[in-house]
Antibody, heavy 117, light 109 residues
């Protein structure tokens, strides 16, 4: 069974930093690209970032480019999102999501990031 | 950016009835369109990809159609567990700048 478990969310002040983690199991993590997708409270879904299986290809949404960094450790079956210079509008549930040939097919349960003073 | 527009925002349907949800893209996305179901407090679940292919384990009452800019998700006979928010998402462009519709909430009439 595919499992994706996010952690690392919490309350942070504007301008602060946070690192999210996603632990993957139930599939060969190193064979799949991965994404982060977020959802602001009561709002819709927004794609945030993509990383290929070997980390050779990385993309970001314009809204986070230059502030967020996606990475992965295939030996640890883990995905990460380093978030710097956080803004109020970054407040959201952040989902780790598996990518199967560009289709996002499995999602974790999410971790809540709240940016507030 | 490709803008995805879903209609209606809310759909009130009685159990056992058919529900038809629409999704329109601001430019052609070919058949690179997925549908997701999200229940309160839960992660989205993939229902349909390639505009019309059901994901693993998805009941046959869910069907998708369309290509280009106009897409439809049909739930043939609504069950109690189907009341949720449904999102469409295009994955046509590369590099990825994948976009989601704003969602359609299917509620009990």
């Amino acid at each position: 069974e595919v499992q994706l478990v996010e952690s690392g969310g919490g309350l942070v002040q504007p301008g602060g930093s946070l690192r999210l983690s996603c632990a993957a199991s139930g599939f060969t993590f190193s064979s799949y690209s991965m994404n982060w997708v977020r959802q602001a409270p009561g709002k819709g879904l927004e794609w945030v970032s993509y990383i290929s299986s070997s980390s050779s290809t990385i993309y970001y949404a314009d809204s986070v480019k230059g502030r967020f960094t996606i990475s992965r450790d295939n030996a640890k079956n883990s995905l990460y999102l380093q978030m710097n210079s956080l803004r109020d509008e970054d407040t959201a549930v952040y989902y780790c999501a598996r990518d199967d040939r560009t289709v996002i097919d499995y999602w974790g349960q999410g971790t809540l990031v709240t940016v507030s003073s | 950016e490709i803008v995805m527009t879903q209609s209606p925002a809310t759909l009130s349907v009685s159990p056992g009835e058919r529900a038809t949800l629409s999704c329109r893209a601001s430019q052609s996305v070919s058949s690179n369109l997925a549908w997701y179901q999200q229940k309160p407090g839960q992660a989205p679940r993939l229902l349909i990809y390639g505009a019309s292919t059901r994901a693993t384990g998805i009941p046959a009452r869910f069907s998708g159609s369309g290509s280009g800019t106009e897409f439809t998700l049909t739930i043939s006979s609504l069950q109690s567990e189907d009341f949720a928010v449904y999102y469409c998402q295009q994955y046509n462009n590369w590099p990825p700048a994948w976009t989601f519709g704003q969602g359609t909430k299917v509620e009990i009439k």
